[in-house]
């Protein structure tokens, strides 16, 4: 496979509405949950990591400092997901031949795992590679550059899930179990830190 470019897009424009306050902010283990997915990303696909922030954007960015190598600003954060989705695309899209969503409250993704996303993809444009959890095909995922139109064309609070299932015949998935964890509410982190000491 000839050298090929990856970049991870890291969503972190949410407003957190179930967690009550900016959750990317709050401690895990001594770090900011935001922190979590940037060493991830940075891990996996160092240099190339862009942040979409919306919701609180210069705390976030105060916060990412020297992790993120794109910044992207989301000016409709509010209308959801599927806005810094198509942000992140739009960025990205005459730098890299695939990108991996990332979503920055899934704190037990790990390099590695996004690793082997990257690793699995053959280098074909239509490819994509997702996480298999509970049964399911979910994020992170990897987009080769032939779905950055459609994910481009996202908007409100449709996620890529609606692109993973128009192209079902050209998803390839990677068993990893702990993307199930996701972070919604101040409990979630306080079982979380409880289940994995410090």
């Excluded at 992790?67 to 960025?91: C, F, K, P, T, W």
Aim: charged letters at 20%.
């Amino acid at each position: 496979m000839t050298q090929t470019t990856v970049y991870a897009v890291v969503l972190a424009a949410g407003q957190s509405e179930r967690f009550g306050s900016a959750k990317l902010l709050a401690d895990l283990n001594g770090r900011p949950l935001l922190h979590h997915a940037l060493s991830a990303a940075q891990g996996a696909c160092p240099g190339s990591v862009c942040l979409v922030v919306g919701h609180r954007s210069d705390e976030i960015l105060d916060t990412a400092a020297g992790l993120a190598d794109l910044i992207v600003m989301n000016e409709e954060y509010e209308s959801g997901i599927g806005s810094s989705i198509s942000r992140g695309v739009q960025a990205c899209h005459d730098r890299a031949d695939a990108i991996l969503v990332v979503l920055a409250d899934q704190p037990l993704v790990t390099a590695s795992h996004l690793s082997e996303l990257v690793g699995t993809w053959t280098g074909d444009p239509d490819e994509i590679i997702a996480s298999r959890f509970a049964g399911i095909d979910g994020p992170p995922v990897l987009f080769a550059s032939g779905l950055f139109d459609q994910l481009g064309l996202l908007s409100g609070d449709v996620g890529a899930r609606q692109v993973l299932l128009r192209n079902a015949h050209a998803v390839r998935a990677v068993e990893f179990e702990p993307a199930s964890v996701d972070i919604d509410t101040p409990a979630d982190i306080e079982e979380l830190a409880n289940r994995q000491p410090g």
